[in-house]
């Protein structure tokens, strides 16, 4: 597994590049928002050569799992995000070793780990056209 992005929970994706991570921190590429129905959110991927990719959540409504984390802790880190190459047996692996699983659905696991981080398992075999490597 490689490490492909960090996973920040936001209450606006277009307020936070703005607001934040342009003016701030330079960053100055932005994905096209796109909507993720299993977990009803927009995301958008923001990052360059000189900074790491970030990716920003924002929940559709209340459904949202990431609307729990906004109502709770104001948002930020939500999770890392892992590309594999060997999905099924990199799952089984992490819950081999005591992470649990919160979902898998259409190639993209959700776990969070013994000490209570969330990782998100990325089906690297599967062209996602908006997630690139």
């Not at 934040?20 to 921190?25: E, G, K, S, V, Y």
């Not at 050569?49 to 104001?74: A, C, F, Q």
Request: with cysteine.
């Amino acid at each position: 597994m490689k490490l492909h992005h960090i996973g920040l929970a936001v209450n606006n994706i277009d307020c936070y590049y703005n607001d934040i991570l342009r003016p701030l921190f330079g960053y100055q590429e932005i994905s096209d928002i796109i909507f993720n129905a299993s977990q009803n959110v927009r995301v958008a991927f923001v990052g360059d050569e000189r900074h790491p990719k970030l990716e920003l959540v924002e929940p559709i409504d209340t459904r949202s799992p990431v609307y729990g984390i906004l109502k709770k802790n104001k948002g930020g880190l939500y999770h890392l995000g892992f590309i594999s190459q060997n999905f099924d047996s990199d799952v089984a692996l992490l819950r081999k070793s005591g992470f649990f699983l919160l979902s898998n659905r259409e190639g993209i696991a959700f776990l969070t780990s013994p000490h209570f981080e969330v990782y998100e398992v990325i089906n690297g075999s599967v062209n996602w056209g908006h997630i690139d490597e």
